[in-house]
């Protein structure tokens, strides 16, 4: 290229960034679905339990002709705040570990400056969560 005299790179590092996107596509998005199921399935069986302990609740509701959605609102609602409060939870964790791991992958051999995800990305993980809660809940409040 023009204007550039010389460039110097470290294969190690070249090998490494490789080797995660390797590891990215091949573990990171099955996990990912994994987990997203492992939650779907938490959440739903925390609005079922809900659901069963406030039986006599729903069945008064509906003794005084509340609708379907009246009683399930709030099931949904909760099993939501479930699983943004689950998430942001994570997420603290998450940035915990990466603060007080990022000094000791930043020494010789690997030299790893590791940073924490973008706000967007964070975002977008609590949000993805947070719907699935809500789905989760859903399923589970179609039996009320």
Do not use: K
Not at 14 to 26: E, I
Not at 43 to 58: A, H, I, K, M, Q
Not at 73 to 78: E, M, S, T, Y
């Amino acid at each position: 290229m023009d204007g550039v005299a010389e460039v110097h790179f470290n294969a190690r590092q070249v090998d490494l960034a490789q080797a995660a996107g390797l590891v990215r596509r091949r573990l990171v998005w099955p996990l990912a679905l994994v987990l997203a199921l492992l939650v779907a399935l938490v959440v739903g069986n925390t609005v079922r339990l809900s659901l069963l302990r406030r039986c006599d609740e729903v069945e008064i509701l509906r003794l005084v002709g509340a609708g379907d959605w009246y009683v399930r609102l709030p099931l949904i609602a909760g099993a939501g705040v479930v699983g943004a409060v689950g998430s942001l939870g994570g997420m603290a964790l998450l940035y915990g570990t990466q603060r007080s791991l990022a000094d000791l992958a930043n020494t010789p051999p690997l030299w790893l400056h590791l940073s924490f995800l973008p706000v967007g990305t964070v975002i977008l993980y609590v949000a993805a969560a947070t719907l699935v809660s809500m789905a989760a809940g859903y399923l589970a409040a179609r039996a009320a």
